[in-house]
């Protein structure tokens, strides 16, 4: 019996080692194309220029669907570390959608709820944005959409209550994060034949996806199963591609807490810091 609980994981242990070599040998090739395509030069954002390169797609997607561009910005600021994270810039993902079963696209992995999760890798950081708004066209956050455009605060608060974050501080973060930067002044009003107008138009697509919503928004499994896991002590060591909102919303505490803990006074964070994460 103990040769076979032997056998056991020493198997489990070389299947997981093979799934993340065949996972980071994956990256690697998603990686070499975006390298090849940026010709090796990658656009470095500040949260002004990024707010500046992506609110006209903000703007786009507000107005099709009501989701205010503000909230659309300030989430792509704090997913993305403004576009700088790894995942924006290999997989042109902002918004840390996840593979699902319907995705016929390509992958990217790191770890997030569980080791290896599968991100979606998309052909430019407009599809990531248009995705984004797929994303919350469904029956968790319908009633969101009933806000007026411009109310960017019913939406912060609508988001966490939907069950975006488990963060409790998530409404703060993207009000703050709008006001600092003075996102509202993107959002729009729109007279009340346009909402009507558009709220049949939203409700109708979130119906047709109610049946179909276990397949489109339904992060698949990616092998092998378990949460990152936290020293004994209590600490994390920062990887390539995380953020410090990333690893808050991970381990489920607040980015100021966080930084509380490391006694930060910026989220600027560096490959191989040690953070105090409980």
């Known amino acids: 019996m103990k040769k076979k609980c032997i056998y056991l994981v020493l198997t489990m242990a070389l299947f997981s080692s093979c799934a993340t070599r065949k996972f980071s040998k994956n990256n690697k090739q998603i990686e070499k194309a975006a390298n090849k395509a940026n010709n090796n030069t990658y656009k470095s954002y500040n949260t002004l220029s990024y707010i500046d390169e992506f609110k006209s797609v903000a703007i786009e997607e507000m107005n099709a669907y009501g989701i205010p561009a503000s909230i659309t910005l300030a989430q792509g600021i704090l997913e993305s570390g403004s576009g ?14 996840k593979c699902t079963s ?10 997030d709820d569980q080791k290896n999760d599968c991100f979606r890798v998309y ?9 984004h708004s ?16 411009n ?15 488990t963060n409790p501080k998530y409404p703060d973060l993207l009000i ?42 339904t992060p698949v499994d990616t092998p092998p199963a378990g949460a990152k896991p936290i020293l004994a002590d209590g600490t994390y060591t920062v990887v390539k591609g995380d953020t410090l909102y990333n690893i808050a919303k991970r381990f489920n505490i607040s980015v100021d807490d966080l930084k509380l803990l490391n006694n930060m006074t910026t989220d600027a964070i560096k ?8």
Request: net charge positive.
């Open 84 to 97: 700088n994270s790894d995942l924006a810039k290999y997989a042109n993902n902002h918004f840390g959608i």
């Open 102 to 111: 319907d995705w016929k696209g390509k992958n990217y992995f790191r770890d």
């Open 123 to 131: 052909k430019d950081a407009r599809e990531s944005f248009k995705d």
């Open 134 to 149: 797929e994303f919350l066209k469904r029956k968790r956050y319908s009633a969101l959409f009933q806000l007026d455009k």
């Open 151 to 165: 109310d960017y605060k019913s939406w912060a608060q609508g988001l966490k209550q939907a069950g975006y974050a």
């Open 176 to 217: 703050n994060t709008i006001e600092k930067y003075q996102l509202y002044q993107y959002d729009q009003s729109e007279t009340e034949k346009q909402k009507i107008a558009r709220e049949d138009r939203v409700f109708s697509e979130i119906n047709q996806n109610i049946p179909q919503e276990k397949a489109k928004f």
């Open 271 to 278: 490959l191989g810091q040690v953070l105090k994460v409980k």
